[in-house]
């Protein structure tokens, strides 16, 4: 029994790590159609290439508090733990900067007048999603690193509740609600604004943003507050 708890609280986080993309993707082409759905999956790649560069990052750190927890050096964990932030962020600058690079291609190559009208559609709805990449990577990374902290502190039960609550619970009927509202008003012509509606592959990574977010933000608190992590 205790065998099949440990797994279910290592399979869980993993799978709602990558498996709602998958599920958002489905959302996105319901509400927003094929062009709609193929940006979004397009990004949820690129996402998924860029946070393969911050897995060696939580590798590491796992590894390497493993060690010094076992050794009951908890300061040096914590070292280790403010490097692996630093890390993170270092990365998500340099998504960032590639990100804004790539919306800016993207823009222009949404205004050439030779291209199909899939095509600069698929552009324009991809530059939209561009800016969100780095800020997503960022959040999943840290959320990867604290986790891992708790599952080597025996306290990986506290990572999947706050996985499954964040993301499946509450972040996926949140991104149905908001991607629907949003999107009503920008299929009867309206321009992507706050007030006038959005596309909703832009509608559901605001809301997968907003979750992890959510995520993260409860994994740092949870790291803080217990002893053993502070």
């Known amino acids: 029994m205790a065998l099949s708890r440990h797994y279910a609280h290592s399979l869980l986080p993993a799978t709602l ?15 927003g159609g094929p062009v709609e759905a193929a940006s979004f999956a397009v990004c949820a790649l690129l996402l998924q290439a860029l946070h393969a560069l911050c897995m060696g990052v939580q590798q590491a750190t796992l590894m390497l508090i493993s060690r010094h927890l076992g050794q009951a050096r908890r300061d040096a964990a914590r070292g280790v733990m403010r490097v692996a932030g630093a890390l993170v962020v270092a990365l998500a600058i340099v998504a960032g900067l590639l990100g804004a690079l790539g919306q800016s291609g993207l823009d222009h ?18 530059a939209r999603l561009a800016p969100y990449l780095a800020p997503l990577l960022l959040l999943k990374s ?89």
């Not at 498996?19 to 319901?30: D, E, H, P, S």
């Open 17 to 31: 790590r990558t498996g709602l993309q998958n599920l958002l993707t489905v959302i996105a082409l319901v509400l």
């Open 109 to 126: 190559l949404a205004a050439n007048d030779a291209l199909s009208t899939s095509t600069a559609e698929l552009s324009l709805s991809l």
């Open 142 to 230: 840290l959320s990867g690193i604290y986790g891992g902290f708790l599952a080597v502190t025996a306290r990986g039960y506290i990572g999947t509740w706050v996985l499954v609550s964040a993301q499946a619970v509450l972040g996926l009927p949140f991104a149905w609600i908001w991607a629907a509202h949003a999107t009503h008003f920008y299929r009867h012509g309206a321009t992507p604004s706050a007030h006038h509606g959005q596309p909703a592959a832009l509608a559901l990574v605001q809301a997968h943003l907003g979750s992890w977010l959510v995520s993260t933000a409860s994994f740092v608190a949870v790291y803080l507050i217990i002893p053993t992590a502070a």
